[in-house]
């Protein structure tokens, strides 16, 4: 088991979520039920995932739920370029939350290949 406190994925995917619901602030009414409520849950995910992997006991369960954050790193993403792309958020207040949210991805990625290493 790992203290998640002390995690710096965590720490900063956590960040990350608290980034994406300030942003979400001024996304369309009509759109609060659908992709915001979808990029919520998806950034909610990231840290949920690194959490609830970090408080098993097996390093092979810790990276199966980094692989769902994983994966929900990457639904984030697509979310946030369509938010982009249908002009309900800016560019420039998309781009950090990319760029932080690719360190985040860097981040797991790294940590998933060093537990993989060692559950071999």
């Not at 092979?60 to 982009?84: D, M, P, R, V």
């Not at 760029?99 to 790294?110: A, P, S, T």
Request: aromatic share 10%; with cysteine.
């Amino acid at each position: 088991m790992h203290n998640i406190k002390k995690l710096k994925i965590w720490n900063i995917s956590i960040d990350l979520c608290v980034d994406v619901y300030k942003a979400l602030a001024n996304m369309p009414n009509d759109e609060k039920y659908g992709l915001s409520s979808q990029i919520k849950r998806s950034s909610v995910s990231i840290s949920s995932n690194i959490a609830e992997g970090a408080g098993r006991e097996r390093e092979k369960e810790f990276y199966y739920f980094l692989n769902i954050a994983y994966g929900s790193s990457y639904e984030l993403q697509t979310q946030l370029i369509l938010c982009e792309k249908l002009e309900f958020i800016s560019s420039e207040v998309i781009k950090p939350l990319l760029d932080k949210l690719n360190d985040v991805q860097k981040m797991i990625y790294v940590f998933k290949e060093n537990i993989n290493k060692r559950i071999i």
